[in-house]
């Protein structure tokens, strides 16, 4: 079983910089597969971005560029940098982590196993 706990969430003006860490709890943390979606009432959750157990990153084209995701292994923390926020990055921010023996695409909330409670930040113009 994996928990995970999200913190950093805040309000801030546009153009502004937040830190969001996602702290993982459970066994062989780099074994998952952990990314970050985000959701604004009555809207699907959203695709953010993912940090593989390679390390490698991908993100979704509304953030690349601006968001930057980064694993902890030894401290099981995984951390999504935020740079130049619009009001358009307002909701509530999940990590979530993918178990080893599942298959699916990152950028579909489906294939994530575990969820955090998510934490909220809001952008002012």
């Known amino acids: 079983q994996v928990q995970l706990v999200e913190s950093g969430g805040g309000s801030v003006q546009a153009g502004d910089s937040l830190s969001l860490s996602c702290a993982v709890s459970g066994h062989s943390f780099r074994d998952y597969v952990i990314g970050w979606f985000r959701q604004v009432p009555g809207m699907h959750r959203e695709y953010v971005g993912t940090?593989?157990?390679?390390?490698?990153?991908y993100y979704a084209e509304s953030v690349k560029g601006r968001f930057t995701i980064s694993r902890d292994n030894s401290k099981n923390i995984v951390l999504l940098q935020m740079n130049s926020l619009k009001p358009s990055d307002t909701g509530v921010y999940y990590c979530?982590?993918?178990?080893?023996?599942?298959?699916?695409?990152?950028?579909?909330?489906?294939?994530?196993?575990?969820w955090g409670l998510g934490t909220q930040v809001t952008v002012s113009s």
């Open positions: 940090v593989a157990r390679s390390f490698a990153t």
């Open positions: 979530a982590a993918i178990s080893p023996t599942t298959a699916g695409h990152y950028d579909d909330y489906g294939t994530y196993d575990y």
